[in-house]
């Protein structure tokens, strides 16, 4: 039971929470306090310094906070899924001793933080936030909270947290669970049964004995930030392996800001373990410098001149106009990464078939392009009509009125109103005007020559692996559709050459080794064919996409590949079918194969829930022969960043498949654009797959039709219109 003086604090820290708003100063909305920007704890969440608080991040913040000291070093990636809710995937790495040894273990695990109640709320409450630590993993940090935390200031200065917590955090002083009232079975905690990890073990949560922890954070300069805190956290495990005594529930923290979004920290727990912590956050809503900030200024709208009779119509018969058309359109067209491909026009339509290598947001893309249509086309031609091509494919039409183009451009509504006016349909759902046929001729042959950076975490024996080295890649458009693309790699430094995944012991019934084979094919060459394919993309009838590839598709599979997707102009909703026959590929990375192959595939279907989150689902066969679904759902930003988790359910039993139990990942893929204020295409992405296993694997296909073409819906145009002037 807990005694008298636990009972003191709570009530003191209780009683300092509820104290009404309008007794304290005003409070100021500042992006830097302790409310606007919450410290990260040891574990990443919203915390004091091991303890978590009611905080939750800015929407949409992304945080990776590392933390060491003797009791362990954690690595936790934490982003804020919606305002109130906060998940977390940490990786660590603690010292224990086994058989006699001390032995470097590592854990994986997921929390989730739901702010339920925002701070005044009823006008002067407390934040209030339920937690879930280790959802999933092996339950080493396993533990429950409701935790309240009320900030006082002028800038949120001081902040007052105090919780229950069980689990690990409800170990010192712990008393007889007060959820017992409402079913004595929360009186008792279960013990774990861990199996192969990455379950969830439901009956766990908010049982056994419970605990009372607290602190205060103070934001004693601009800068630095202390903390103290009631711990509740004995350290247990910990203890009994000799890193910790952990004799005191009181610990001590202090954490400095060293730049924007960058927290460094120092922190004492138990009374006897120092230790360090860094933090650093993004925020897709919060670039280092304004969206194409670095792009050249637009070209304004070129308006007609007005006039009462009709724009004279001779100069479709006029001798050499195709050719003037082609070099205004290269002219204006200069340095943007918008190429010309084809122009059809009549005296009153034009339509435009373009090729962005540019602009990430499709709205800006389109508005330059309608910007140099105003310019280079007579003034008769009242009807613009854009489509963009991908990969030789025609994607949306979007046609827009030449007077609508001229009246919104200064408008203060005018983006919205402009798409809003706007039709988007399928580019064949419309035949092309006759008259005026202008087609250029695209740079059939790209290549490029750079660096790459290849890394793997989670092996069990090597928890960090890097590759660097050179790749040469190149692409030939024959025209039609057909595309020929490959590249090459050399590597030059790093330690893949020590995995060692692929010696672990599966059981007889495992399914066979497509993926945990990846290890021999790091080690085996320095130089190999990464991939090289032959491509054909298509439009077989309206809202229908079509992909053929051929060829090495990827470091381990050879063989062909088939996608058909329907994707309409106007729909959230998209539906494909995928088929493969693959073999695969000899470990030294030449154009040899081995015996295995087999044929999958998968229906898909795509939907665009909101402004915000997409859903996948992906359902057939796996590359082992095994049979199940893929589910992703992914939070994508109109700026390009995308963050989101999967996960695989297939007929290999959690068993079969090993530690793990089921194939599952998060992904996140940050456009260069977003630092740089300059538009380009390029991106920066990472996958974190707890472990590469055989269950639930999928082969690697370039060119994925989806990915190709929704950025042409109307939907997706619409969730950028404010670019379509910039």
Not at 47 to 53: A, Q, R, V
Not at 273 to 278: R, V
Not at 354 to 367: E, F, H, K, M
Not at 420 to 432: F, N, S, Y
Request: aromatic content about 12%; charged content about 20%; glycine content about 12%.
């Amino acid at each position: 039971m807990i005694g008298y003086r636990g009972y003191l604090g709570l009530s003191a820290a209780v009683m300092a929470l509820m104290v009404p708003g309008y007794l304290l100063p005003g409070r100021a909305d500042d992006a830097q306090s302790l409310n606007g920007r919450p410290t990260l704890n040891t574990y990443g969440l919203p915390g004091l310094i091991d303890m978590p608080t009611a905080n939750a991040l800015p929407d949409a913040e992304l945080g990776f906070t590392v933390s060491s000291s003797a009791v362990g070093n954690r690595g936790t990636l934490a982003f804020q899924v919606l305002p109130n809710v906060t998940a977390t995937f940490r990786y660590a790495g603690i010292d224990l001793a086994r058989a006699g040894s001390r032995v470097l273990a590592f854990d994986r695990s997921f929390d989730i933080h739901w702010q339920a109640l925002d701070e005044d709320t009823w006008g002067w409450s407390p934040a209030v936030a339920i937690g879930v630590r280790d959802i999933a993993g092996t339950g080493l940090y396993g533990g429950e909270y409701v935790v309240a935390t009320r900030h006082f200031g002028a800038r949120d200065q001081l902040a007052v947290t105090a919780g229950v917590g069980w689990g690990r955090l409800g170990e010192r002083n712990g008393f007889t669970n007060p959820l017992g009232v409402i079913d004595d079975r929360f009186e008792t905690r279960p013990g774990r049964s861990v199996g192969r990890g990455g379950t969830v073990n439901f009956d766990q949560f908010f049982r056994g004995d419970a605990a009372i922890f607290g602190g205060v954070e103070w934001q004693a300069t601009d800068r630095l930030r202390l903390q103290l805190e009631y711990s509740t956290d004995t350290y247990t495990i910990e203890a009994a392996d000799g890193l910790t005594e952990a004799s005191s529930p009181f610990n001590f923290g202090a954490t400095y800001q060293l730049s924007d979004g960058v927290r460094g920290g120092a922190y004492f727990v138990g009374g006897d373990t120092f230790g360090l912590s860094l933090s650093m956050t993004l925020n897709p809503y919060r670039p280092p410098t304004p969206p194409s900030s670095g792009d050249p200024a637009p070209r304004p709208v070129a308006v007609r001149a007005p006039q009462a009779t009709p724009y004279g119509t001779d100069w479709v018969s006029q001798p050499g106009g195709g050719d003037v058309l082609r070099d205004n359109f290269a002219l204006l067209f200069e340095g943007q990464g918008l190429h010309l491909e084809r122009l059809t026009m009549d005296a009153h339509r034009a339509t435009i078939r373009v090729r962005n290598t540019q602009y990430n947001y499709t709205s800006q893309a389109l508005g330059r392009v309608l910007r140099a249509m105003s310019a280079a086309l007579p003034p008769s031609v009242e009807v613009f009509e854009v489509i963009f091509v991908e990969e030789g494919l025609d994607t949306s039409r979007v046609r827009i009125a030449r007077r609508d183009l001229e009246l919104l451009e200064f408008d203060p509504g005018g983006a919205e109103v402009l798409l809003a006016v706007a039709e988007v349909e399928d580019a064949r759902t419309v035949q092309d005007p006759e008259g005026l046929d202008v087609t250029v001729p695209a740079s059939r042959f790209t290549w490029g020559i750079g660096p790459y950076v290849e890394g793997s975490i989670f092996d069990p024996d090597n928890p960090i692996l890097v590759n660097v080295g050179i790749q040469a890649q190149a692409e030939y458009r024959f025209g039609n559709g057909f595309v020929a693309e490959g590249a090459v790699r050399a590597s030059l430094a790093g330690n893949f050459e020590n995995s060692q995944i692929v010696n672990e012991t599966y059981p007889a019934n495992a399914p066979p080794p497509v993926r945990t084979e990846a290890a021999l094919y790091r080690q085996q060459s320095d130089i190999y064919v990464e991939r090289l394919t032959l491509a054909h993309f298509g439009r077989p009838a309206e809202n229908l996409y079509s992909r053929v590839s051929f060829g090495y598709l990827e470091r381990m599979y050879a063989g062909v590949s088939g996608e058909l997707l329907w994707q309409p102009a106007n729909s959230r909703l998209g539906l494909g079918v995928e088929v493969n026959h693959v073999w695969s590929r000899d470990y030294d990375g030449s154009f040899g194969l081995r015996d295995y192959n087999i044929t999958t595939g998968h229906v898909s279907a795509y939907y665009r829930l909101n402004d915000n989150f997409d859903l996948q689902i992906d359902a057939g066969r796996y590359l082992a022969g095994d049979w199940g679904a893929t589910f992703s759902v992914d939070r994508t930003f109109r700026n390009g960043w995308r963050v989101g988790a999967y996960a695989t359910f297939t007929d290999v039993s959690f068993e079969s498949f090993g530690e793990g139990s089921f194939d599952k990942g998060i992904e996140v893929e940050i456009p260069l654009a977003w630092f740089l204020g300059t538009s380009n295409q390029r991106t920066t992405d990472f996958r974190l797959q707890p472990l590469l296993r055989d269950g639930g694997a999928r082969v690697q296909v370039e060119g994925r039709l989806h990915d190709l073409v929704i950025d042409y819906t109307r939907p997706q145009l619409e969730d950028s219109e404010a670019m379509i002037w910039r």
